[in-house]
């Protein structure tokens, strides 16, 4: 799901990348086994890639091969699938796929059929992926790195495994999780306390409850949005209409489908997700295609240690020192 660029101040939402058919093939590179771990007997858990994890204003990014060649790929968990840019195809000389196209939903509905390219050998340390089919799109926001950014990752890649994000660390893992993992009790390499949210699936995305202003909602689990979002409707929900947003703070800015999206800045009186609330948040406010009410962007994951199992349906969260 393609950001759009919301400045950075509580900022950028993206837009949806809906894949259809891509049957994607996850290969276990040998002897890339990493750490492995074992809990009471039950429950076996082997680290098969740590990487380095970047932070440039809200855009997390990992390294990552294709075709033996370096580039930088944006972490979205909150994406259904991954999509390559322009700029990637042609360095990389990607070959179109004839055989598939992708429906694109961007954040003002749907943004229409974009080509396939077929991308080769893509490798997350020492984990390979089988030959993929992948959507072209632009990425309306993205930092300038080298090696230079040449998409994004979603969940069609990130939920076959466990996913530890440490971004004060500067680092991710993934982690394989073995057939007893229904018996875990937490996430075995971590010591200290930390708070244990349920998740809820929807597809390759992952949801969480949380409260805006004491009123429940549902909150996207979304690495790929820059800051926390939530709904115009969500805010409406909770007080927050057109004529309180009207004197706060914001821009205008465009998603994947190239539709004009007006955000506001505005500061709530708590948001609180598992046992954790922050008072008076400032929280960008955007109107949202999307289920849920709001995105748990990167300014939450840059203060927190995330684990996400997809495996056992549970995230894993603890703040980060300062």
């Not at 082997?46 to 580039?71: C, E, F, K, N």
């Amino acid at each position: 799901m393609p950001p759009t660029g919301l400045p950075a101040r509580p900022e950028g939402r993206r837009g949806r990348t809906a894949l259809s058919a891509l049957g994607l093939s996850v290969l276990i590179a040998a002897g890339a086994a990493g750490q492995a771990l074992a809990q009471d007997g039950a429950c076996e858990v082997a680290r098969i890639a740590r990487v380095p994890l970047r932070d440039d204003g809200g855009y997390l990014t990992i390294p990552v091969s294709i075709a033996g060649q370096a580039v930088s790929m944006l972490v979205d968990t909150g994406s259904e699938g991954g999509l390559v840019n322009d700029g990637a195809v042609r360095a990389l000389r990607l070959a179109t796929d004839p055989d598939r196209r992708t429906i694109v939903h961007g954040t003002g509905g749907l943004a229409g059929v974009v080509p396939n390219v077929i991308v080769p050998d893509m490798r997350i340390g020492d984990v390979r992926f089988g030959e993929q089919s992948l959507p072209v799109g632009d990425l309306p926001g993205q930092p300038m790195l080298r090696p230079a950014v040449a998409g994004l990752l979603g969940g069609d890649v990130l939920a076959r495994f466990d996913l530890e994000l440490d971004v004060a660390g500067g680092w991710l893992s993934l982690w394989r999780v073995g057939a007893g993992s229904l018996a875990c009790k937490g996430p075995p390499a971590w010591r200290g306390d930390y708070d244990t949210i349920p998740l809820r699936r929807d597809g390759h995305r992952v949801t969480i409850e949380a409260e805006l202003d004491g009123a429940p909602m549902v909150a996207l689990v979304d690495s790929g949005a820059r800051s926390r979002i939530v709904s115009a409707a969500m805010a409406e929900r909770v007080g927050v209409g057109p004529d309180r947003l009207a004197v706060d703070p914001g821009g205008e800015t465009s998603g994947v489908d190239g539709r004009a999206i007006l955000y506001r800045w505005h500061r709530f009186a708590s948001l609180r997700i598992g046992r954790e609330l922050d008072r008076a948040p400032v929280l960008t406010v955007a109107p949202l295609h999307d289920r849920a009410d709001m995105l748990l962007g990167a300014d939450w994951f840059a203060r927190h240690a995330v684990w996400i199992s997809y495996a056992t349906g549970r995230m894993f969260v603890r703040r980060s020192p300062h």
